[in-house]
Nanobody, 114 residues
Framework: QVQLVESGGGLVQPGGSLRLSCTASGSIFSINAMNWYRQAPGKERELVATITSGGSTNYADSVKGRFAISRAKTWVYLQMNSLKPEDTAVYYC??????????WGQGTLVTVSS
């Protein structure tokens, strides 16, 4: 079975940076889009960034100019700069795998606090 595992979360000061990583493993024949979502305490899950197999990207308005998504083979990354307290959330990677399978990681916690 296909699995996604996130890493790179932690505690960071406002204005700081973190890079999240996610790797896919298992019986993978293809990966279409890869995505980062986040869910803050008491809030709904939010799509943060998307990258297609062709490399095109899209970002939530709240993170444009601060976050960058990238991918390489079975890896997807989220570079987060100029972090704000409102970025505090559990971040999840997500991928469309083998044409039809929508796979989720378990999440990594990012806390932005002074």
């Amino acid at each position: 079975q296909v699995q996604l595992v996130e890493s790179g979360g932690g505690l960071v000061q406002p204005g700081g940076s973190l890079r999240l990583s996610c790797t896919a493993s298992g019986s993978i024949f293809s990966i279409n889009a890869m995505n980062w979502y986040r869910q803050a305490p008491g809030k709904e899950r939010e799509l943060v960034a998307t990258i297609t197999s062709g490399g095109s990207t899209n970002y939530a308005d709240s993170v444009k100019g601060r976050f960058a998504i990238s991918r390489a083979k079975t890896w997807v990354y989220l570079q987060m700069n100029s972090l704000k307290p409102e970025d505090t959330a559990v971040y999840y990677c997500n991928a469309r795998v083998n044409r039809y399978s929508d796979v989720w990681g378990q999440g990594t916690l990012v806390t932005v606090s002074s």
